[in-house]
């Protein structure tokens, strides 16, 4: 059997009918292939709460093709006055085949248990472990449930009807940059902030801008309501003379507000101008546009709430 300090992790997700094709979108650019139903095994290190679809992971201490394997590596914790908790993942499926139903999930956890050194608490653990089943193998190591941090930003002092929800604007950041270590992100149609919000609670260095200064001061009043910090500038995108590695733009929409197909042209020419990569909310296609700005489509997907259908595009 082979032992590792978290080089590897278990990845547990979910998301619903309508969200399959954003999950899969920002799982691809978070992880950068195509991820399994379920769970999957992964190098790169992201954090559980980070994508409002990954629900767990598992930073593997122990891999083995049986638990028996498994439980021998388990005296290696030796845990002197602290308390655990194990978690069998519940999408793990036997070795052999078949899954773990909520009962042997539960006998797991108990078994295991018994091969480390410390005292086992359900409630209040002062160390989380996880177990895990997957392309023939078991792996064992440390445990994280994501907390929905988004859902926390979801009250905030300025609502606007249209802006992109929490959920969708943390995915979009997360499409946008993959990596934050280093880049430099603007929004420079931000309206109330909701994406702005979303990327300074996770690290991103990002900068605002948006025409409407009642926007601007909408998104000021979001972002310190959340103890951020964050630069928001009223004017137009093309007024823009900085440059970026990435702009994440949702277009205006015309069924909302009074731009005209020349003004949106203007907005994907000058996101040419200013970034490199470009991620683009579009209610409407805009493949025509982004040929004629210079711009190569590397990935797209969709999110869907009801009837109304939003296209995440991003372009290089």
Same mark, same amino acid.
């Given at each position: 059997?082979?032992?590792?300090?978290?080089?590897?992790?278990?990845?547990?997700?979910?998301?619903?009918?309508?969200?399959?094709?954003?999950?899969?979108?920002?799982?691809?650019?978070?992880?950068?292939?195509?991820?399994?139903?379920?769970?999957?095994?992964?190098?790169?290190?992201?954090?559980?709460?980070?994508?409002?679809?990954?629900?767990?992971?598992?930073?593997?201490?122990?891999?083995?093709?049986?638990?028996?394997?498994?439980?021998?590596?388990?005296?290696?914790?030796?845990?002197?006055?602290?308390?655990?908790?194990?978690?069998?993942?519940?999408?793990?499926?036997?070795?052999?085949?078949?899954?773990?139903?909520?009962?042997?999930?539960?006998?797991?956890?108990?078994?295991?248990?018994?091969?480390?050194?410390?005292?086992?608490?359900?409630?209040?653990?002062?160390?989380?472990?996880?177990?895990?089943?997957?392309?023939?193998?078991?792996?064992?190591?440390?445990?994280?449930?994501?907390?929905?941090?988004?859902?926390? /930003? @979801?009250?905030?002092?300025? #609502?606007? %009807?249209?802006?992109? +929800?929490? &959920?969708?604007?943390?995915?979009?950041?997360?499409?946008?940059?993959?990596?934050?270590?280093?880049?430099?992100?603007?929004?420079?149609?931000?309206?109330?902030?909701?994406?702005?919000?979303?990327?300074?609670?996770?690290?991103?260095?990002?900068?605002?801008?948006?025409?409407?200064?009642?926007?601007?001061?909408?998104?000021?009043?979001?972002?310190?309501?959340?103890?951020?910090?964050?630069?928001?500038?009223?004017?137009?995108?093309?007024?823009?003379?900085?440059?970026?590695?990435?702009?994440?733009?949702?277009?205006?929409?015309?069924?909302?507000? /009074? @731009?005209?197909?020349?003004? #949106?042209? %203007?907005?994907?020419? +000058?996101? &040419?101008?200013?970034?490199?990569?470009?991620?683009?909310?579009?209610?409407?296609?805009?493949?025509?546009?982004?040929?004629?700005?210079?711009?190569?489509?590397?990935?797209?997907?969709?999110?869907?709430?009801?009837?109304?259908?939003?296209?995440?595009?991003?372009?290089?």
């Amino acid at each position: 059997m082979e032992m590792r300090s978290s080089e590897s992790f278990v990845y547990a997700y979910t998301y619903s009918k309508e969200e399959h094709s954003l999950c899969m979108l920002e799982l691809r650019s978070l992880f950068g292939e195509e991820v399994p139903e379920g769970l999957f095994l992964s190098g790169k290190d992201i954090p559980a709460g980070r994508s409002p679809f990954i629900r767990e992971k598992v930073g593997v201490f122990f891999e083995a093709e049986t638990l028996t394997e498994i439980s021998a590596q388990l005296g290696q914790l030796k845990l002197g006055n602290e308390t655990f908790k194990i978690i069998c993942l519940k999408s793990s499926e036997l070795p052999e085949g078949g899954a773990i139903d909520y009962k042997e999930r539960r006998l797991i956890e108990r078994e295991l248990g018994q091969y480390i050194e410390g005292e086992a608490d359900v409630h209040h653990p002062d160390r989380m472990y996880g177990i895990a089943a997957l392309n023939g193998k078991w792996y064992f190591g440390s445990y994280d449930r994501s907390e929905a941090v988004w859902l926390q /930003h @979801i009250k905030k002092p300025r #609502q606007y %009807s249209t802006a992109l +929800s929490t &959920r969708l604007a943390r995915a979009v950041v997360n499409i946008a940059v993959p990596d934050p270590k280093g880049v430099s992100v603007i929004d420079p149609c931000c309206g109330i902030g909701n994406i702005l919000v979303e990327a300074l609670s996770m690290g991103v260095q990002i900068s605002g801008r948006d025409i409407n200064p009642l926007a601007v001061t909408g998104a000021r009043e979001n972002i310190a309501y959340f103890g951020l910090i964050g630069e928001v500038a009223v004017g137009p995108i093309e007024k823009v003379t900085a440059r970026y590695d990435t702009a994440v733009i949702d277009l205006p929409y015309n069924l909302y507000t /009074h @731009i005209t197909h020349e003004e #949106q042209e %203007s907005i994907i020419q +000058s996101a &040419r101008r200013i970034a490199d990569r470009c991620v683009f909310v579009t209610i409407d296609p805009i493949d025509r546009e982004l040929t004629n700005a210079g711009f190569k489509v590397i990935d797209r997907g969709f999110a869907v709430k009801s009837r109304f259908k939003r296209e995440i595009v991003v372009c290089i």
